[in-house]
């Protein structure tokens, strides 16, 4: 095959941890495809950089808005550069990480300067006098079916921003059938028919080997279940919780176990959202049994993931299969117990138990299922040889794509 230099262009998607896990999985699928075809493929990222003037612009306008609205809206911390470096840089040796300056301008003049052939995924439409073809990215349409969680100025917002994208870009990639579909229904057949679904392809991350991190510091117990989702209202944390409560009431016999949650803990559309889970926290006396670590390490979040019985994903709402805490779990041959929205039934893997979406009484049923359930090892090999199955199909859909 010919020589191609492909950009892979991680703005916007490096300021949540789903998003940074988005751009591992394009980054896998890419290097695998570039070892099959003898390194003929050439990878590089491109990360804008947030200068000391922007932050002090959000944070200004932070202010304004809580000081309009009487409100007091939170914005998501600012992941560090290191970590997002430490995470790409990980993956492969022969991936270029390429720093500009936040603006287009500046994001060209590096695709020069590299003679980049390809650019995917764009979060946002790049402009008309873009030198080089590029793929869009669509998200998920929750707010058509949550719209109590948006206000009516995003649910337009919203809609604009997936317009603007069907209009101007000639591909674009999903993460789901569901959301394909969902381009369908909402902006008709015409427009779905330029969207790819990308397959599920849950990612081995080689820190989940490692065993020199120390989680010690963390004083989690022997046993414990896991949470790996942002504290956003739709992640359903709640149903989660009073399930937790079930489980532990049916559970006479040991009481310690745990529930680790780990992420984000803003939701900056519902900046109390937090503080009302930690006095359901309270009300269900589960104050010794639920440990929440924030954000932390993806080296350290891995090794806890390695420990834990089972992960919980109570999602009401996904744009790709599961969220990225199950591709991880499916990945790594951890259980993992989803609601059953349709999204996420696109999963197919033996690790995976499903309960009724928003359903305490389920959920802790199929907790006390998994807890009784001897945990199936997997061998490393065995791991990675699907793994590498995964990968290499996604790259290749990736390259049709972009051929």
């Known amino acids: 095959m010919r020589k191609i230099q492909i950009g892979v262009l991680s703005e916007h998607f490096i300021n949540w941890g789903g998003g940074i896990d988005f751009i591992r999985l394009i980054l896998n699928s890419l290097s695998s495809l570039s070892k099959e075809n003898e390194n003929e493929i050439k990878i590089y990222v491109f990360i804008p950089q947030q200068s000391g003037s922007i932050i002090k612009i959000k944070n200004r306008l932070k202010t304004v808005i809580n000081t309009v609205t009487h409100k007091n809206y939170q914005f998501q911390k600012v992941i560090p550069k290191e970590l997002i470096i430490k995470s790409f840089s990980s993956i492969d040796d022969n991936i270029t990480l390429c720093f500009y300056n936040n603006s287009e301008a500046g994001l060209i003049k590096l695709v020069n300067k590299h003679s980049i052939n ?46 603007l994208m069907l209009n101007n870009a000639k591909t674009i990639i999903v993460n789901a059938k569901s959301v394909k579909n969902d381009v369908k229904k909402f902006f008709g057949e015409f427009k779905s028919n330029k969207v790819v679904a990308l397959p599920f392809c849950p990612v081995i991350n080689p820190d989940f080997f490692k065993t020199n991190s120390d989680i010690g510091r963390y004083n989690l117990p022997t046993n414990y279940f896991m949470i790996s989702n942002q504290f956003w209202k739709h992640k359903d944390h ?49 104050e010794k049994n639920i440990f929440i670590l924030g954000y932390i390490p993806k080296v350290d979040q891995l090794q806890i993931l390695k420990k834990c019985v089972a992960v919980i994903q109570p999602t009401l709402f996904e744009g790709g299969p599961g969220g990225f805490s199950v591709f991880e779990s499916v990945a790594h ?71």
């Open 118 to 163: 390809f650019m995917i995924p764009a979060f946002a439409p790049l402009s008309e006098s873009f030198p080089i073809p590029w793929i869009g990215y669509l998200y998920d349409f929750q707010h058509r079916y949550y719209p109590e969680f948006f206000s009516e100025e995003e649910m337009k917002l919203r809609d604009g921003q997936f317009l």
């Open 333 to 403: 041959g951890i259980p993992s117990i989803v609601s059953d929205i349709d999204v996420n039934k696109e999963i197919e893997d033996d690790t995976v138990t499903f309960f009724k979406t928003g359903s305490a009484s389920d959920l802790s049923k199929k907790m006390l299922f998994v807890f009784q359930k001897e945990k199936k090892e997997y061998s490393i090999d065995e791991l990675f040889f699907k793994n590498n199955m995964r990968v290499l199909e996604m790259g290749k859909q990736i390259l049709k794509i972009i051929n």
């Open 238 to 286: 709640k149903t989660a919780f009073r399930a937790f409560k079930l489980f532990l009431d049916n559970n006479q016999g040991n009481k310690n176990i745990a529930l680790v949650c780990t992420g984000q803990t803003i939701d900056f559309r519902f900046p109390n959202y937090f503080q009302e889970l930690k006095e359901l926290i309270k009300e269900l006396e589960l």
